[in-house]
């Protein structure tokens, strides 16, 4: 999306800052400034900018710092989504991101991601399967999944800590 598409707001734009600080019970600079609106269902505040809806935390990034630089996150430092205080804010890549959020526990792993396929009683099976020497094909075809992912919970990819070590 172009910047004539969505422009960015600026620091200076007192307008909006108005706005903004309508949602913002700015006490002590150190502690998290919790949103005050509305949020989506992840927590991060929701404000409306130029005809759209925008994440507060980038907003107020935008509007204490500068631009933002496209395909690039604000990251918490305070790992609090509602938080808005511009000195808790920063910038980083997706990479950035995802390593925050690892080093931090905040994914969801094994039984835990909804996505999840295997119970940690099957990822146990599966390590001791292998060690008995059970093949990964063999293992896939039992436990209904694809090779690949008999392979990862064996190297530790997924299911880290669960049963058997690799």
Same mark, same amino acid.
Not at 19 to 31: A, E, I, L, Y
Not at 37 to 50: D, Q
């Given at each position: 999306? $172009?910047?004539?598409?969505?422009?960015? #707001?600026?620091?200076?734009? &007192?307008?909006?800052?108005?706005?903004?600080?309508?949602?913002?019970?700015? @006490?002590?600079? $150190?502690? +998290?400034? &919790?949103?005050?609106? #509305?949020?989506?269902?992840?927590?991060? =505040?929701?404000?409306?900018?130029?005809?759209?809806?925008?994440?507060?935390?980038?907003? $107020?990034?935008?509007? *204490?710092?500068?631009?933002?630089?496209?395909?690039? *996150? #604000?990251?918490?430092? +305070?790992?609090?989504?509602? +938080?808005?205080?511009?000195? *808790? !804010? !920063?910038?980083?890549?997706?990479?950035?991101?995802?390593?925050?959020?690892? &080093?931090?526990?905040?994914?969801?792993?094994?039984?835990?991601?909804?996505?999840?396929?295997?119970?940690?009683? %099957? #990822?146990?099976?599966?390590?001791?399967?292998? *060690?008995?020497?059970?093949?990964? /094909?063999?293992?896939?075809?039992?436990?209904?999944?694809?090779?690949?992912?008999? %392979?990862? /919970?064996?190297?530790?990819?997924?299911?880290? =800590?669960?049963?058997? @070590?690799?």
């Amino acid at each position: 999306m $172009s910047l004539r598409e969505y422009p960015e #707001v600026i620091q200076g734009d &007192e307008r909006t800052a108005a706005r903004f600080r309508k949602f913002v019970p700015t @006490t002590d600079p $150190s502690q +998290c400034w &919790e949103w005050q609106s #509305v949020r989506n269902p992840s927590g991060y =505040g929701k404000f409306w900018l130029n005809g759209r809806t925008d994440l507060a935390h980038r907003v $107020s990034y935008k509007l *204490h710092h500068g631009p933002i630089p496209p395909g690039i *996150h #604000v990251r918490h430092t +305070c790992d609090n989504p509602p +938080c808005v205080n511009p000195s *808790h !804010l !920063l910038l980083g890549t997706g990479k950035d991101n995802a390593r925050d959020a690892l &080093e931090r526990g905040r994914y969801r792993r094994g039984a835990s991601n909804g996505r999840a396929k295997l119970t940690p009683q %099957q #990822v146990s099976e599966i390590r001791t399967g292998w *060690h008995r020497g059970e093949t990964q /094909v063999s293992m896939a075809r039992r436990f209904g999944v694809s090779r690949s992912a008999i %392979q990862w /919970v064996l190297n530790g990819q997924n299911w880290a =800590g669960i049963g058997e @070590t690799p």
